[in-house]
């Protein structure tokens, strides 16, 4: 689905008749933007649900913008181009209802669209050569498409969690225990504060790393303390690179999460899908879960089919139940 953003365009000096208009592959799950300038107005779109209708204003090379995301809440950005207008960079928030950071990082862009893969023609490649975790300090598995967490989608389903819980057993249960590794050589894209802890001044952070192999996959984790500053967007890392530790303990709420999460999207031609981390997972990491008991990649899956056959109920993104179809894996 494809939202729009409209605004106007402020004519400060000659060189800022330089056109805008363009598709920039941005830094976030290889979402596009596009911009269309016609006179004083400017229109931007998005390949995804992620924005509601929003506007912006252009004053010279900087473009300030404001939007509401599908879940109400308001995102705001101030990119700053280059000359050419071949890339940009800068910051956004995304602020909750009680004008909280729910989410906020670096936003940055290049010209051009974003490489893509055909996964219903090629099929899933399985290239991902680590696993992303210690699988020995791991219990259980939430399913994709589970009713656990919230609801989490590409746009193209509804209502089902499309990633994986990677639930510890309880004496891992704390925090700066539970690793989290690259399982591919690639670069990180994002490394953004999601809102967890914001009260006592925790900046818990969600990773994005773009495959060196497969540009069009990014891998996404959730609650990561990273290790160090150098975890940054921009930088490369290698298969099996420290990127820092599960935070599953949050001082200020006096509870824990019990689990940490990771997601998987590839940019196809229909646009952005999110798929299973375990469809990318090559023989030789998958024969780590073999090992605790699992028999086959699906055992980690509810089928689109299933799911639809057997729906959960949402509130936005909040489960109003848990269905009545298994929602983990629990490894031996």
């Known amino acids: 689905m494809v939202f729009l953003l409209t605004g106007s365009l402020f004519i400060l000096c000659e060189r800022n008749n330089e056109d805008f208009t363009g598709t920039y592959c941005l830094n976030l799950q290889n979402l596009e933007m596009r911009i269309d300038q016609n006179g004083t107005d400017v229109t931007f779109s998005l390949n995804s649900d992620l924005l509601n209708n929003g506007s912006g204003t252009i004053s010279g090379d900087t473009l300030i913008m404001t939007a509401y995301t599908s879940g109400s809440e308001l995102f705001s950005a101030r990119l700053l181009f280059e000359d050419n207008r071949?890339?940009?960079?800068?910051?956004?928030?995304?602020?909750?209802?009680?004008?909280?950071?729910?989410?906020?990082?670096?936003?940055?862009?290049?010209?051009?669209?974003?490489?893509?893969?055909?996964?219903?023609?090629?099929?899933?490649?399985?290239?991902?050569?680590?696993?992303?975790?210690?699988?020995?300090?791991?219990?259980?598995?939430?399913?994709?498409?589970?009713?656990?967490?919230?609801?989490y989608t590409d746009g193209n389903e509804t209502c089902r969690s499309m990633k994986h819980y990677f639930d510890p057993f309880p004496r891992f249960r704390d925090n700066n225990i539970v690793e989290i590794y690259s399982p591919v050589n690639g670069i990180i894209t994002s490394v953004v504060n999601d809102g967890h802890g914001a009260s006592i001044g925790l900046k818990n952070k969600e990773i994005q790393i773009k495959s060196a192999d497969q540009p069009a996959f990014i891998f996404i984790f959730f609650h990561c303390d990273i290790i160090s500053e150098a975890i940054a967007s921009g930088k490369s890392v290698q298969a099996g690179e420290l990127l820092g530790y599960a935070r599953l303990y949050y001082e200020d709420l006096q509870?824990?999460?019990?689990?940490?999460?990771?997601?998987?999207?590839v940019n196809t031609p229909a646009g952005m899908r999110l798929i299973s981390y375990f469809d990318v997972l090559n023989d030789q990491v998958f024969n780590e879960f073999v090992s605790r008991g699992a028999n086959a990649r699906s055992d980690f899956v509810i089928t689109r089919e299933a799911r639809d056959a057997s729906p959960l109920q949402c509130d936005g993104e909040t489960f109003l139940n848990s269905g009545i179809l298994e929602n983990w894996l629990t490894l031996n």
């Open 86 to 151: 071949n890339s940009f960079t800068g910051t956004f928030v995304i602020l909750n209802s009680e004008g909280q950071s729910a989410l906020e990082g670096i936003l940055n862009g290049t010209k051009g669209e974003c490489a893509e893969y055909d996964i219903f023609t090629k099929g899933i490649p399985q290239f991902a050569e680590k696993n992303f975790t210690q699988l020995n300090k791991i219990e259980k598995i939430s399913k994709f498409r589970s009713g656990f967490g919230h609801s």
């Open 255 to 265: 509870q824990y999460a019990t689990s940490f999460d990771i997601a998987v999207s």
